[in-house]
């Protein structure tokens, strides 16, 4: 008998959908054909040497022909299996450019990114100069360090399309991490104040001063309601179980609801930016 679906791990799911299969009488080839997918596939997700997405779930699912209930529970398990950590040293060795090349592509489909970030300027939002700055961290060739900066350079075209939604919460830390000298961290602010004043751009600062009844873990992007990026020390973590996001998207909100806005937000980086210049006229 076939397990419940909220009684099956990653590493079941594969063989649950087998059992579901050969329960409904039909031929792997049959299901493979129905569900727009290879018999091979098919073969590797069943064997648990491919982990199936939510949609390859359902496509098979349907193809068997199991009722609604079985087949929302179990697509639900997919979803909740589907966090995906790939290590930075990983990342590195693809290529890190090749990175900017698959957030530029998430960026384009998506209608709408959050994105709350404690540490760093957001990349959408840096200077090449600051950019480099915190890639310079990665010991990166000068040919692939070049390619990085200029990779997230052409992803900033996303933040000129008016149809969509770009909501950046930074706390007021990155407003003054100085992680370049006081005029590039000048300049760095001058950019934030200009992108916030796009329309469909919504940038809000969490200043020091105001009491906090959450806590700034890590930074993390949402991008719709489907996907939730996570960057840790070791890796990046891709979330797109709905209940995580629901975390995500909370939290995002309670930040939302603690950040100054509009002018509010541009006197407290103008605040600080006059007082880098300061830094630089007597350094």
């Not at 699912?61 to 087949?71: M, N, Q, R, Y």
């Not at 997919?78 to 090749?98: F, V, Y």
């Amino acid at each position: 008998m076939v397990g419940r679906a909220r009684d099956v791990n990653r590493a079941q799911l594969g063989a649950a959908l087998r059992a579901l299969r050969m329960a409904s009488g039909k031929e792997a080839k049959a299901v493979a054909r129905s569900a727009l997918m290879s018999p091979s596939k098919l073969s590797k997700i069943e064997n648990a040497r491919l982990a199936p997405s939510a949609a390859d779930v359902e496509r098979i699912l349907t193809a068997i022909g199991v009722s609604d209930e079985v087949k929302a529970e179990y697509t639900a398990a997919a979803r909740a299996s589907a966090t995906e950590t790939t290590a930075w040293r990983l990342l590195k060795r693809i290529g890190t450019h090749k990175g900017q090349q698959a957030a530029g592509a998430l960026e384009a489909q998506m209608s709408m990114l959050r994105l709350f970030q404690p540490a760093l300027v957001p990349g959408l939002l840096q200077t090449p100069e600051y950019i480099r700055a915190v890639l310079r961290r990665h010991s990166l060739s000068e040919d692939t360090l070049i390619r990085t900066v200029n990779g997230r350079l052409e992803r900033q075209s996303v933040l000129y399309d008016g149809t969509k939604s770009l909501r950046f919460i930074i706390t007021e830390p990155v407003l003054r991490w100085r992680i370049v000298p006081p005029q590039v961290m000048a300049a760095q602010l001058d950019r934030i104040a200009s992108v916030s004043r796009l329309p469909h751009v919504d940038i809000r600062v969490v200043p020091l001063g105001v009491r906090q009844y959450d806590f700034a873990n890590h930074a993390f992007v949402i991008r719709d309601d489907r996907m939730v990026t996570v960057e840790t020390v070791h890796a990046e973590v891709v979330v797109t179980d709905p209940r995580d996001i629901g975390l995500y998207i909370g939290k995002f909100e309670g930040f939302e609801q603690a950040a100054v806005s509009g002018d509010d937000m541009l006197t407290l980086v103008a605040k600080i930016r006059d007082g880098f210049l300061r830094q630089q006229e007597t350094g």
